[in-house]
């Protein structure tokens, strides 16, 4: 039986630079009883991103290594249109380990913020 505990992240307001690191799982190092050579993972379940602004904006995320936007690593949305002053969710599974980070950003900078659920469990 999986121990995941449930998690939100963020909001976290987007910039305009699209290889901005939005997630990545901790490690786990140190402590007294941890478990040897352990990791955690996050399991994304639901995306929101909200538009504060009244005009549209668009939103970019790529799956991969710190800071890249890596051609064939496109997730969630690539230049997806958020409408003025609404949102657009996004409802899966995506599976984030130690070593993978979402990176993206917004076409226009600050006028979108991402915040999300899922859980965080040791790998």
């Known amino acids: 039986m999986a121990a995941n505990k449930t998690v ?6 987007l910039s305009a630079t ?8 901790p490690t786990l190092t140190g402590g007294v009883g ?7 993972y996050y399991i994304l ?3 929101r991103i909200v538009n504060k602004t009244s005009s549209a904006a668009t939103c970019s995320f790529w799956l991969g290594a710190t800071g890249a936007n890596a051609s064939g690593t496109e997730v969630i949305g690539q230049g ?6 609404s949102y657009v969710d996004w409802y ?3 599976r984030l380990d130690v070593a993978d980070f979402l990176v993206g950003g917004a076409g226009t900078g600050s006028a979108l913020s991402f915040q999300a659920e899922g859980e965080i469990g040791v790998a």
């Open 8 to 13: 939100r992240f963020g909001p976290v307001a």
């Open 18 to 25: 699209l290889t901005t690191n939005i997630l990545n799982p």
């Open 34 to 40: 941890a478990p040897s050579g352990s990791n955690t």
């Open 45 to 47: 379940k639901h995306v």
């Open 80 to 85: 997806l249109s958020v409408p003025a002053n």
């Open 92 to 94: 899966g599974l995506l």
